[in-house]
């Protein structure tokens, strides 16, 4: 048995002392061949400084081996040394045989760094080179998935399987195209591709993307048939039970979709995502003490989930529990959001603290100003606080939205007498 051989048995023992001390051996003493089939080894098992350290002794000896350069590159890439890798990959001259390859990885490079059109750019000299090599155009399409670009992207599944190829780098072509499709907007012709792509195999992401897709297109049976055979399979995937409560709830099976919520729940109970969801699918049950529940916890959770907010400070408005409402409410006192800030301002104005609702009014009242439900509240709390000639501009407002109102002209002359 060679040291080589001897140092790899040891760390498949989990001996990795005794390997490293015979690791000096080997560089000493073991032949060129040994030490190249070492290194692939040594990386694959995760000791990837000693793999750097034989591919850079052999690159030393050989510094035109492209196949060395190509290896080394990918660790050094793995540890953060990607100007190093760069500078290697650069070496690889456009007649050898690992041009492509090089190109490919330094595409990857530029695509980790965000330079995206230096990556395509490279990816572009590839497939002008090699036309008719598969991993290029798939590489293609992966860079513009990342970028958003789903078109471009589909066109090039769309390429690879025009030329019969139905895989590459491991992933079906056709769950491929359908994702791209999917995320384009191209609901119903992405269902196709999803369902040919479940025609060989169920594989999970898959089965979700295609419920997902179902889901988006408003198929909802067939949405709700994909995520059961999902859970079948894995009852732990739980991204499947939030829309399958949103599709039991589209076909108007409001328990079944309660059932959906509170089972995923028992999977993941620290889903808030699913939590407010079921809290909200509760409410509409009018079961609102479980649904009080279910919204705290989704916010003890996610204390930044502002729908889950707004839906309970609404159920505890209509409770008068004002004093609740300004406790959720101040968790969102930065917050952008009209309504959270008229709810506040509703609520102050209740405990008669009336500065503060003041404030909340006005905070809303450039995003609401067309809400004559807002403007109505606004406007009789202004007149409460005998800001008459802020009300009568309220009133106003509330005129020309609803001119067939009279009880908005009738203040509007009260407030100008």
């Known amino acids: 048995m060679t040291d080589a051989e001897l140092m790899i048995q040891y760390i498949q023992t989990q001996n990795v002392d005794k390997a490293m001390q015979i690791f000096s ?24 400084e000693e793999a750097i350290e034989l591919y850079q002794s052999l690159l030393e000896k050989h510094p035109f081996v492209s196949d060395i350069k190509l290896s080394l590159s990918e660790l050094l890439i793995e540890i953060g040394q990607e100007e190093k890798a760069l500078l290697l990959l650069k070496e690889i001259p456009d007649t050898d045989d690992l041009y492509g390859a090089a190109l490919l990885l330094e595409a990857d490079l530029y695509q980790m760094q965000g330079l995206y059109e230096v990556s395509e750019q490279k990816l572009l000299a590839a497939k002008q080179k090699y036309p008719d090599e598969p991993i290029v155009v798939f590489a293609l399409g992966e860079l513009y998935m990342s970028q958003g670009r789903f078109l471009d992207a589909a066109m090039c599944y769309r390429q690879l399987l025009s030329k019969g190829e139905h895989a590459a780098a ?31 195999h169920q594989e999970l992401n898959v089965l979700f993307g295609y419920g997902l897709t179902c889901y988006q297109a408003g198929n909802y049976h067939k949405a709700i048939k994909a995520f059961n055979e999902l859970k079948q399979l894995d009852p732990d995937y739980t991204s499947l039970y939030l829309y399958l409560a949103k599709c039991h709830e589209q076909v108007h099976e409001l328990e079944k979709a309660i059932q959906v919520g509170k089972e995923g729940l028992a999977v993941d109970e620290f889903n808030p995502d699913l939590c407010a969801h079921t809290g909200t699918l509760l409410l509409k049950a009018g079961r609102n003490d479980e649904a009080e529940s279910y919204l705290r916890k989704a916010l003890s959770l996610d204390p930044e989930l502002l729908e889950a907010a707004k839906r309970l400070t609404r159920l505890l408005m209509k409770q008068e529990r004002h004093h609740e409402v300004l406790e959720i409410t101040a968790m969102f006192q930065d917050s952008q959001d009209a309504e959270i800030h008229w709810d ?11 500065s503060d609702a003041l404030n909340e009014y006005k905070l809303a009242y450039n995003d609401l100003k067309h809400n004559s439900e807002f403007l109505k509240d606004f406007g009789y709390f202004l007149v ?7 009300a009568a501009g309220i009133f106003q407002s509330l005129a020309e939205l609803e001119p067939w109102n009279e009880e908005w002209h009738e203040w509007i002359d009260r407030l100008k007498d």
């Open 170 to 200: 491991g992933q079906d072509i056709h769950a491929k195209l359908a994702e791209a499709l999917s995320a384009g907007g191209a609901f119903e012709e992405s269902i196709h591709f999803y369902e040919k792509a479940l025609e060989k």
């Open 25 to 48: 051996r080997v560089k000493k003493y073991s032949s060129e061949e040994e030490k190249y089939s070492l290194a692939d080894q040594l990386a694959h098992y995760g000791f990837l």
């Open 344 to 354: 506040a301002a509703y609520s102050y104005q209740q405990v008669e603290q009336y």
């Open 384 to 390: 409460e606080e005998g800001k008459t000639e802020e």
